[in-house]
Nanobody
Framework: QVQLQESGPGLVKPSQTLSLTCTVS??????????WSWIRQPPGKGLEWIGY???????WYSPSLKSRTSISRDTFKNEFTLQLSSVTPEDTAVYYC????????????WGQGTQVTVSS
């Protein structure tokens, strides 16, 4: 059974960097064919794809967030991490990590999601 678990601070100040980690069990993030992704859902809005990292370590980001986004990984811990810099209140959302079989879904396994609020 594949499980994903997000972790990180729930409150970030404006202009700071949001950092979240997704810990994966039941599969290896170096497995070929999967896209280890970050997705968010702002309050009252739909899901927004942020980016992904693949087995080789290559990454791809949403054009609208690319200048502020970095996704990295720790293969020993089987984790991948999202960093979003220069956050504003518009970055307030529930953040999810997920495993996808294609670049922007569908996703077969999701974390439970973690609320991140950007506020001073």
């Amino acid at each position: 059974q594949v499980q994903l678990q997000e972790s990180g601070p729930g409150l970030v100040k404006p202009s700071q960097t949001l950092s979240l980690t997704c810990t994966v069990s039941g599969d290896s993030i170096t497995t070929n064919s999967y896209y280890w992704s970050w997705i968010r859902q702002p309050p009252g809005k739909g899901l927004e794809w942020i980016g992904y990292i693949v087995y080789s370590g290559s990454t791809w980001y949403s054009p609208s967030l690319k200048s502020r986004t970095s996704i990295s990984r720790d293969t020993f811990k089987n984790e991948f991490t999202l960093q979003l810099s220069s956050v504003t209140p518009e970055d307030t959302a529930v953040y999810y990590c997920a495993r996808g079989g294609a670049p922007v879904g569908p996703y077969d396994y999701w974390g439970q999601g973690t609320q991140v609020t950007v506020s001073s």
